[in-house]
């Protein structure tokens, strides 16, 4: 993770819009290929030769027509569909009500000008970031509708992930597209630095291939994404210690057997383990709280001795493979809710680094833009 403190992405206001776009999408195969990365390394300025190279080769299509999509993707029995298009972010907003898209993570200044630079110079948006909303009925009918012609294309990938993709060209459903989502609150799932380096890169060059970043956007209330914890993994902390620290700002602490820890995760409870010691830590938070904020922002802020570095882990299973007894406690944390996510950014907060993990994502390949047209 990148040293220094994460700041507070921008603001995009609306009226928002996808517009449509020639995608570019790597042959079955080589979506969701680790390999296929090599597409876009350096040097960057060579990258869009050698994607017309896999074009020549067959080991990469590009549609000849404009066009809004509707991708579903299966991924682990989980089904996701999402309109993916060019998401005007040429309008900064200057007020809190004029946000429109919210990031619910701080980035990284370095990485965001370094990802802007590398966008620039390669002339393209290597895949769509994610954005969730509790999507309109109206949009829900033009997803049904479009799903009753033959799929644009359809394929399994490298990854084992199934695509079925639209091509969404009628006026109509474009403009019904157009008009629900111009007053449309999304927030950014996955995809933050990406996100800032869209709007870093068209105010730099506000050229009108950089008034626009490539996005896909979710109806949570449809096909939701999953939103899953990230574990903390505390390095030089001991779970005595966690447990004062946590009884001191009047949580209600106690231990527990391993077979009845995870059942024990609560939007209020966590557990504490490093693999010997188990315990559950009962926070009173305030309203419109997740725990991750407790932990991240007051809990280690209460130790005497703070975590020599703090790692993270994407399930519990591999958390507790790295638990060490007296030496690495994993703070395992609840799943934190959607809605509690949009009311912490619709107020001006971000959650902590690494506070949710969104999956399934699509696999790289599935859609790539180029900034030529």
Same mark, same amino acid.
């Not at 996510?341 to 790539?368: C, N, Y």
């Given at each position: 993770?990148?040293?220094? %403190? ?10 928002? @819009? ?11 195969? #080589? ?5 296929? +990365? ?6 960057? #300025? ?16 590009? &549609?000849?027509?404009?066009?809004? !999509?509707?991708?579903? !993707? ?23 009500? @004029? ?37 309109? /009925? ?15 294309? /359809?394929?399994? &990938? ?21 008009? /629900? ?14 996100? +800032? ?25 449809? $096909? ?22 946590? +009884?001191?700002?009047?949580? @209600?602490?106690?231990?527990?057997? /391993? ?33 991750? @904020? ?6 280690? &802020? ?20 790295? $638990? ?21 950014? #619709? $107020?001006?907060? %971000? ?18 833009? %180029?900034?030529?047209?």
């Amino acid at each position: 993770m990148e040293s220094g %403190l994460p700041t507070a992405p921008p603001y995009v206001a609306g009226p928002l @819009q996808l517009a449509p776009f020639r995608a570019l999408t790597l042959a079955a195969r #080589r979506v969701g290929d680790p390999a296929s +990365a090599r597409a876009f390394a350096r040097p960057y #300025r060579g990258v869009p030769q050698r994607l017309e190279t896999w074009v020549r080769r067959g080991l990469a299509t590009r &549609d000849t027509d404009p066009a809004l !999509y509707l991708h579903e !993707y299966t991924d682990s029995g989980l089904t996701v569909r999402g309109l993916v298009g060019c998401l005007d972010v040429s309008k900064p907003a200057t007020t809190p009500a @004029q946000r429109q898209v919210f990031p619910h993570e701080g980035v990284h200044p370095r990485q965001v000008s370094e990802l802007a630079t590398r966008m620039g110079t390669m002339r393209l948006n290597p895949a769509p970031i994610l954005l969730a909303h509790r999507g309109p /009925e109206t949009i829900r009918e033009v997803s049904r509708k479009v799903r009753t012609e033959s799929p644009h294309r /359809e394929f399994v &990938d490298h990854s084992g992930q199934q695509h079925r993709i639209w091509a969404i060209t009628d006026p109509d459903a474009r403009r019904i597209v157009d008009e /629900e989502l111009a007053d449309a609150r999304l927030l950014v799932a996955d995809g933050h630095h990406r996100y +800032a380096a869209y709007v870093a890169l068209q105010a730099k060059e506000p050229t009108s291939g950089h008034r626009t970043g490539l996005a896909m956007v979710i109806d949570q209330d449809e $096909t939701p994404l999953f939103l899953g914890a990230i574990h903390r993994l505390l390095h030089g902390t001991r779970v005595p210690d966690l447990l004062e620290a946590a +009884a001191s700002g009047g949580a @209600q602490v106690s231990t527990i057997d /391993e077979p009845e820890a995870v059942a024990a995760l609560a939007p209020d409870t966590m557990v504490l383990t490093d693999g010997a010691v188990w315990a559950t830590v009962k926070m009173p938070l305030p309203e419109g709280t997740a725990m991750v @904020q407790h932990v991240d922002g007051v809990l280690l &802020d209460r130790l005497t001795r703070r975590p020599s570095r703090v790692t993270f882990a994407h399930s519990v299973a591999v958390a507790l493979e790295q $638990t060490r007894p007296g030496r690495v406690t994993a703070a395992l944390l609840p799943a934190v809710d959607l809605d509690l996510v949009m009311d912490v950014v #619709r $107020t001006g907060g %971000l959650l902590p680094e690494k506070a949710t993990s969104f999956q399934p994502k699509p696999s790289l390949g599935t859609f790539i833009r %180029l900034l030529d047209g």
